[in-house]
Structure formats: structure tokens, C-alpha cells
């Protein structure tokens, strides 16, 4: 059983940057790949970034490519989600989630592989 709490949601500008971390409670941190996702008001969740258990790996959404970077420090049990020159278009709940399974492009992007899921923060971005 994995417990992810997001945290470092806020209000700013754009142009501006946020930092998102999620910390993990629970056992083998270091044996799932991890996903962030947002999701906006009326929307579909969204997928945004992955990075592989060992940390090889990382994928991202198109409309982030260039502006996030997702990282983890497995000693921390954490998974970060570095955003700059945020975009209005942005604005969203933002989550993290834990995948078991293989790595895999056919599966990264969707919700549906991922056993464990955060509550969320909220990301906004002003114009």
C-alpha cells in the first residue's frame, strides 16, 4: 500500500514558476514508475509527465515539453514536478500517481495502470 501526498500548489503569474512535490508513505517507493496528471474544471484527467523506478526514463505531455521537469529522490520518497514559464492554460488540480506495472509507452499516459493516486493540488495561473 502507497500513500502519495502532493504539496507546492499556489497562485501565480505567468511566466512564472511552481515547484510540486509528492511525498510517498508506505513500503518500496523505489519499485514504481511515477506519473503526475492534472485536471481542470470540466476536463479530462490529463497526463503531464512519467519517470521510469530507476529514473532512467522520463516522458512528457507535449504541452509541457520544455517547461516541466519531473525528478525523484528515492531517498526522500518524493517525486518532483518542476514548472516554468507557467501558461494560463495550466491552471489545474494536479496529482501524482504510482504505476507497478512496466514502463511502458502504451501505458504511462493513461490514468487507468497507475494502483495508487494523491488528492491533489491546486495549480493557478494568472494572465
Known amino acids: 500500500q502507497v500513500q502519495l501526498a502532493e504539496s507546492g500548489g499556489g497562485l501565480v503569474q505567468a511566466g512564472g514558476s511552481l515547484r510540486l512535490a509528492c511525498a510517498a508513505s508506505g513500503r518500496f517507493f523505489s519499485r514504481y514508475n511515477m506519473g503526475w496528471f492534472r485536471q481542470a474544471p470540466g476536463k479530462e484527467r490529463e497526463f503531464v509527465a512519467v519517470i521510469s523506478r530507476n529514473g532512467v526514463a522520463t516522458n512528457y505531455a507535449d504541452s509541457v515539453q520544455g517547461r516541466f521537469t519531473i525528478s525523484r529522490d528515492d531517498a526522500k520518497n518524493t517525486v518532483y514536478l518542476q514548472m516554468n514559464t507557467l501558461k494560463p492554460e495550466d491552471t489545474a488540480v494536479y496529482l501524482c500517481?504510482?504505476?507497478?506495472?512496466?514502463?511502458?509507452?502504451?501505458?504511462?499516459?493513461?490514468?487507468?495502470?497507475?494502483?495508487?493516486w494523491g488528492q491533489g493540488t491546486q495549480v493557478t495561473v494568472s494572465s
Open positions: 500517481a504510482a504505476d507497478g506495472g512496466p514502463y511502458s509507452s502504451l501505458s504511462y499516459s493513461r490514468p487507468q495502470p497507475y494502483d495508487y
